[in-house]
């Protein structure tokens, strides 16, 4: 297989059989993203789970300290004060049964969809349409509450919704190729740290086999576990 230029370009000076301290893993992508637009930053987690069983799902949600850089379309389901609340808070959309007929329809155009509890019997009626989309609402990661301030003020700044994949891998955006390394380290510290709280009690042996870092058009760069997690054998 022939690379481009670009891709050939950016993979000089990465050792792919390396494991790079999370701080000069980020500024090898940061360097190598020049791409015309902003890119994401992302991790991959590959962790020593099986999804199929239900006792080591691995799921969640992180309010990254410095925002995820995304501008996320919130949805809410709620009635009453409940909506109004929503609005006050930020939501691009609010509604109820009508929201659920326009969802229906397929008119899906918002990132993140939160709900108060006495409306999921309506909106569990969608779970064959947002769930496909990673868009259900699930009080596990918050986004099925009573406090839809915080909820919808969470999805609006930066809380990112993790789930591993068949696979075993987690991956998320933790922000973008134009915020500072100490930011993007930061954001990163809060993932993985989110993501460790979140081992499920079926998971045995090592729980965090791989991390790498990446940005959208560039290549990744593995991390050295020890330096992501701030607490001593956080990883095991």
């Given at each position: ?95 109820a049964e009508d929201l659920v007929e326009k969802v229906n329809a397929g008119q899906i155009d918002f990132d993140r969809c939160i ?122």
């Amino acid at each position: 297989m022939t690379h481009g230029k670009r891709t050939v370009t950016a993979r000089e000076g990465i050792d792919r059989d390396k494991f790079y301290p999370l701080g000069e893993a980020v500024k090898m992508v940061k360097e190598r993203a020049k791409a015309k637009f902003d890119e994401t930053i992302e991790v991959a987690m590959n962790l020593g789970v099986d999804p199929r069983h239900a006792d080591q799902m691995v799921r969640g949600v992180v309010n990254l300290p410095n925002g995820s850089g995304r501008s996320q379309r919130v949805a809410v389901f709620a009635r009453g004060p409940k909506a109004e609340e929503a609005k006050a808070a930020g939501a691009d959309i609010v509604g109820a049964e009508d929201l659920v007929e326009k969802v229906n329809a397929g008119q899906i155009d918002f990132d993140r969809c939160i709900a108060t509890p006495d409306l999921m019997p309506l909106v569990g009626r969608l779970g064959k349409v947002l769930g496909p989309r990673g868009l259900m609402p699930n009080p596990k990661v918050g986004t099925v509450t009573q406090d839809v301030t915080s909820a919808v003020k969470g999805a609006k700044g930066g809380s990112v919704e993790f789930r591993v994949e068949k696979a075993g891998i987690i991956h998320a955006g933790v922000g973008k190729a134009s915020f500072s390394a100490d930011k993007l380290v930061e954001n990163i510290k809060a993932f993985a740290d989110a993501v460790q709280k979140a081992k499920p009690a079926g998971a045995k042996g090592s729980f965090v086999n791989k991390i790498s870092v990446s940005s959208t058009m560039g290549p990744g760069v593995k991390i050295e576990p020890s330096t992501v997690f701030r607490s001593e054998g956080a990883k095991a």
